[in-house]
């Protein structure tokens, strides 16, 4: 295992009643997902939606001590308790070193997470994400706010789907930061649909399908192949879909 990553694996406990007594089971990759090991500062899990990649990042999240909403350690708010238990079937396998920041973002309850520092009230506080209310900006740039400001380095960034408040030139800026907290000792784990965020050397893409995690090659994902074929030719793709 990687002794440089702060969360260097997890173990899924399938008799753990949290896990056998609910959806989770039914879940295709997480029945034969006993233990994963993360080898890389930056992983990626992809696949169709549906598949499970939500659930992990959560599970890994909130057994790590973080809102299930999002937010870092210091977050409590909660608008609706829709998390999984698969935190309760699932042992983390922390690194060495513990992370200097932390940070758990998924797009769908970062509204909720912008109105918590808003109640906050803070100024100094708010000063870590630009300054400017979080509402106050639109969601691309909230979010790169809390990229460009916020994340500090040393830290662990578990994300669900960041892309999806991003135009593709912000899209590169958000690669570019990644990079820069990559190289001041972060770990990334995120979930995505984007073939560009993928893109992103030296980390590992692993693919749920089909009932397991499949460590794929970049050119070998689904998103790339099909992004590839499309703007290869947007029109042949269009005409064999719509016609
Ligand atoms: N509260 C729940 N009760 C029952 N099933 C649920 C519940 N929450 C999620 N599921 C199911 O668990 C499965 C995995 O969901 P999850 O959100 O982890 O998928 P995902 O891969 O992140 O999808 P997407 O790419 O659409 O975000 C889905 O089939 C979903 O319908």
Avoid: C, W
């Amino acid at each position: 295992m990687a002794k440089n990553l702060f969360i260097r694996g997890f173990r899924i406990d399938h008799a753990a009643p949290a896990y056998s007594e609910s959806y989770l089971s039914k879940i295709p990759v997480l029945r034969h997902l006993d233990t994963f090991e993360f080898r890389k500062k930056v992983t990626f899990f992809v696949g169709e939606n549906g598949t499970g990649k939500s659930t992990i990042l959560e599970a890994l999240a909130v057994s790590s001590g973080y809102n299930p909403e999002g937010g870092s350690k210091n977050f409590n708010f909660a608008t609706s308790d829709t998390h999984s238990n698969l935190y309760r079937a699932m042992r983390v396998v922390k690194g060495i070193d513990r992370p200097r920041d932390v940070f758990f973002l998924r797009a769908e309850s970062f509204y909720n997470l912008a109105s918590n520092i808003d109640e906050i009230g803070d100024p100094l506080f708010l000063e870590q994400y630009g300054g400017r209310s979080l509402h106050e900006q639109s969601h691309g740039e909230s979010f790169l706010s809390l990229m460009l400001h916020r994340f500090r380095g040393n830290g662990l960034y578990i994300l669900d789907e960041p892309e999806a408040a991003l135009s593709p030139s912000k899209l590169m800026t958000m690669l570019a930061r990644m990079h820069e907290l990559v190289n001041q000792h972060s770990q990334f784990i995120i979930a995505t649909h984007s073939p560009m965020l993928m893109a992103y050397p030296n980390a590992d893409i692993y693919v749920l399908a089909e009932g397991a995690l499949k460590k794929t090659l970049y050119e070998d994902t689904e998103h790339y192949i099909v992004t590839r074929h499309f703007l290869e030719d947007p029109k042949k793709m269009l005409h064999y879909l719509l016609d």
